[in-house]
Structure formats: C-alpha cells, structure tokens
C-alpha cells in the first residue's frame, strides 16, 4: 500500500551538497513507519545511510556529522541532507520503509525493509 518516490540526486563536486526527498505516499501519515537511507555501487551490498525510527535518528559512521534526515510534516516527505560530499559518497541512493519498530530490530540490514523507491544517482567528482 505505501509507496515511495525519491527526487534529487545529480553531480557535484567534492565538498558540495545535494538533498535527497522521499514522498511517502498510499496511505495516511508518515510516522507509523520507520523511513531509510540506503545506497549502493555496483558489484557491492546495498549498504545502510540513514534512517528514522519514532523520534529517533541513526546514521552511519560513514555519513555523521555530515548527513541529516529531516522530515517535512505537511508533505509527509522524508529528506536526506548531504553536506561535504566526498567521492566515496558515489552510488544509486535508495528509500525505504517498514513499520515503526522497537527493541533490538536490525534496521541496518536492507532486508529487514518492506517497501522500496526507486534509486537515484548520486556523483560526487574528485
């Protein structure tokens, strides 16, 4: 029933910034759902970014300090703010999303995720 649209991306040159969005949509509000980041590069896992949990927000070591997840409360839209991109910051950026969970759920592992967007290239030039 929900479904995600994810906007943004593009190329940039190191040290620049892009934003990702994900619309949710197909049902009544965002926030009884988790929403994630992912990305991946060829021949490569998809690999956990980012991701929004009730309140809470966890990011990984790779991106803090230079990524944030915020959320727009009218669109119920989802955005991925990226800052200082480096090269290694280069892959198809994916949204997901799977309901509000608790304890010792392993949200880093893509596929514990229940519904996906499409991707979108993310190019960071050196």
């Known amino acids: 029933q929900v479904q995600l649209v994810v906007s943004g991306g593009g190329l940039v040159q190191v040290g620049g910034s892009l934003r990702l969005s994900c619309a949710v949509s197909?049902?009544?509000?965002?926030?009884?759902?988790?929403v994630g980041w992912f990305r991946q590069t060829p021949g490569k896992e998809r690999e956990f970014v980012a991701a929004?949990?009730?309140?809470?927000?966890y990011y990984a070591d790779s991106v803090k300090g230079r990524f944030t997840f915020s959320r727009d409360n009218v669109k119920n839209t989802g955005n991925l703010q990226m800052d200082s991109l480096k090269p290694e910051d280069t892959a198809v950026y994916y949204c997901?999303?799977?309901?509000?969970?608790?304890?010792?759920?392993?949200?880093?592992?893509?596929?514990?995720?229940?519904?996906w967007g499409q991707g979108t290239q993310v190019t960071v030039s050196s």
């Open positions: 197909g049902r009544t509000g965002r926030y009884d759902y988790a």
């Open positions: 929004v949990n009730w309140n809470d927000r």
């Open positions: 997901a999303a799977t309901p509000l969970f608790s304890g010792s759920y392993d949200f880093v592992r893509a596929t514990s995720w229940n519904v």
